[in-house]
Every structure is written in C-alpha cells, then in structure tokens.
C-alpha cells in the first residue's frame, strides 16, 4: 500500500531564477525552478507563470439556532463568460485579501463580515485553510465558522458601498439546506463558497442548537 506523504520538502525546490513580468492590483511572475523527482534524480530547468495574491480569509456565517446561512451577490469578471452567456453575478462567501505581513485572517473575515454584509459575529473560530489553484496561482485560502443572530440580518440589504472599492454587495439569508442544495444543483460554483458550505454541511450538527 502506498504511504503518504513522501519524504520530499521545501529543500527539495531550488528556485534560480523570479522576473516580475507584470504589477497591478496583483502581480505576475515567471520562475524558473528545477525539484527532485520520484525517481530520486532532479529535474531539468522548470518555467512557470505564478499569479501572486497572497493569502484570503473568508467567513462562513451561520445561524446555529435557525439553521440560515448568509450569502453574498456580486458580480465577479472572472465569470463573465461570452461563449456560454451565464451571469457573472455570483453566491458567495464573505471574503477579502489579507495584507501582507501585518493582519491576521481571522480579523480580515470578521472586518469583512461588517463591511459586506453588516453582520455582529458572536463567535469565530478556524475551519480550514487551502491553496487556491497552485498549479499557477500562489493564494492561501483561511476560511472560518462565523457564529451569528441572522434575525438581525436583513435579504436584500446593500454593503459595500465605498467608491475606492468598487463593490456592490447584495446580502441573502438562505437555510442551510436552500445553500447546501445550490451547491448540489450548480447554482453556487465559486470554489470558496462551495468549499465552505460543504464543511458547514459535514460539520454544522456540531453547532446547531
């Protein structure tokens, strides 16, 4: 039988070359790496281009007396799709990037929480933490269990309004089992979203009162 994980680490990775091809609002680089291979040899010269983003903390928030949990709408140019023409107003977690070096994800999620949906929280702890499409893509995704009173949440309200952002946020209060289904049927297909319904799904018996 098979053992995991193998005895490979981070030295196992020789990085020769970075080169910023490009700086915005994230930026792009080119690498050159070679790593060790399973046979034990190391390989040849490695080119690959790393969207650099950074870490992101996202809130799963959920009422765990009346089993509702609290989506976000917005649109999102990632999913603008001419070929197939569906909306790119997407479901979504609470979310938001982390700054580099000197915030905490846990305090970005719940810094967000109030901004994008207006939300007191009266408890949050760690859920899970995953890379984002590390195959060309360098983000850490921390998402948290949010402990909330969705009585005092109101659907259709609108957040995110500060003009330097350019958000336009549209709040929803959904049973867990209206989201959950979303997730089944496609109607909720962003991977931050679909990753933390799921483990509210496996793990909300814990909480519910």
Do not use: C
């Amino acid at each position: 039988m098979s053992q995991y994980p193998t005895q490979y680490h981070y030295d196992d990775l020789h990085i020769i070359n970075k080169e910023t091809v490009y700086k915005g609002h994230f930026e792009l680089q080119k690498i050159t790496f070679r790593h060790k291979l399973f046979s034990g040899e190391m390989s040849g010269n490695v080119v690959r281009e790393l969207l650099i983003k950074g870490e992101a903390a996202a809130l799963i928030a959920y009422d765990h007396v009346l089993d509702n949990v609290i989506l976000i709408e917005q649109v999102r140019i990632g999913a603008y799709d001419d070929k197939h023409k569906k909306s790119p107003w997407l479901l979504e977690l609470v979310a938001g990037m982390v700054d580099k070096g000197n915030e905490d994800p846990a305090e970005v999620a719940i810094r967000e929480a109030q901004e994008e949906a207006g939300l007191e929280l009266e408890e949050v702890q760690h859920a899970l933490s995953v890379w984002d499409s590390p195959g060309g893509q360098l983000e850490r995704l921390h998402l948290f269990l949010g402990l909330i009173d969705s009585s005092k949440v109101k659907s259709g309200d609108i957040h995110g309004l500060l003009a330097e952002e350019n958000e336009d946020i549209l709040v929803h209060v959904v049973s867990r089992e209206q989201a959950y289904q979303w997730v089944e049927n496609g109607t909720i297909d962003n991977v931050i979203a679909v990753i933390g319904l799921q483990w509210l799904q496996l793990n909300y018996q814990k909480f519910k009162r």
